[in-house]
């Protein structure tokens, strides 16, 4: 089952390409977590994801 959640009213739907995610997903068979930094002091208004301190570009992928 693929699962896509993509904010309707924040998202750059030009930026935002759905059917890269989609072709990962079938390429690697796993689910993924969209994420990006934020400023410390904004994180309480988010979730965290532990990458192991993984340094990654736009569209790069880490295990979490």
Not at 2 to 10: A, G, N, R, S, T
Not at 15 to 33: C, I, P, R
Not at 48 to 57: E, F, M, N, P
């Amino acid at each position: 089952m693929l699962d896509v959640l993509i904010d309707e009213y924040e998202a750059d739907l030009k930026q935002e390409n759905l059917a890269k995610m989609v072709n990962t997903y079938e390429g690697m068979g796993e689910s993924q977590v969209i994420a990006e930094v934020v400023l410390q002091g904004l994180v309480r208004s988010y979730g965290v994801a532990d990458i192991s301190g993984a340094k990654l570009k736009a569209g790069a992928s880490a295990s979490m």
